[in-house]
């Protein structure tokens, strides 16, 4: 005997794993659609189809920033390991040229080291407050290059594409 039924349900947002991502808890509205279909024998469920519309508009935009986020902190951790092991490479980008081993050691250590921690670590902690520390960071480095442009007349194109990430990143972080 076939039944089934239809329901919506209305909750808040308590986190959210896909896959080996996770969606941290925003405490937000959310609602969801379920249609069931079932095929009862003798008293009992033997076959089950369910479809869910558990993915709202701010659902899926919370979604798509956490991804973004994750992105831009994938992308730090990126600039940090080509400056850990080809740190004469960003000679061409940054302007820094790297004289004798204290300069590879600088690169090494501040583009390097502090870029893959900074992107590490919200990726391994996972909390909202790590990814608004480095967006908080982004945000002041670009104050700080834009202001440097300025007053050190360098509006060259490395620059003009630092200051646009740092904050296309930032905002993003900081959502």
Known sequence: MPASGCGHAVGSQLGLRIEAMDIAPTGKQVAMTVIAILRIEGGRIV????????????????????????????????????SLIRPRS???????????GRGVTEIRAVLGGFFVALGAVPLALGAPETYLML???????????????????????????????????GVILVL
């Not at 960003?90 to 004798?100: A, D, I, Q, S, Y």
């Open 90 to 100: 960003v000679t061409g980008f940054t302007g820094l040229k790297p004289e004798g």
């Open 135 to 169: 967006g908080i960071a982004y945000l002041v480095v670009a104050v700080v290059r834009a202001a440097s442009m300025i007053v050190d007349k360098s509006v060259v194109q490395s620059n003009v594409i630092s200051v646009v990430v740092e904050i296309v990143f």
């Open 47 to 82: 076959e089950r189809w369910v479809e869910m519309d558990g993915y709202s508009e701010m659902e899926v935009s919370s979604m798509v920033l956490q991804i973004l986020k994750v992105i831009a902190a994938v992308g730090t951790i990126g600039t940090g390991l080509i």
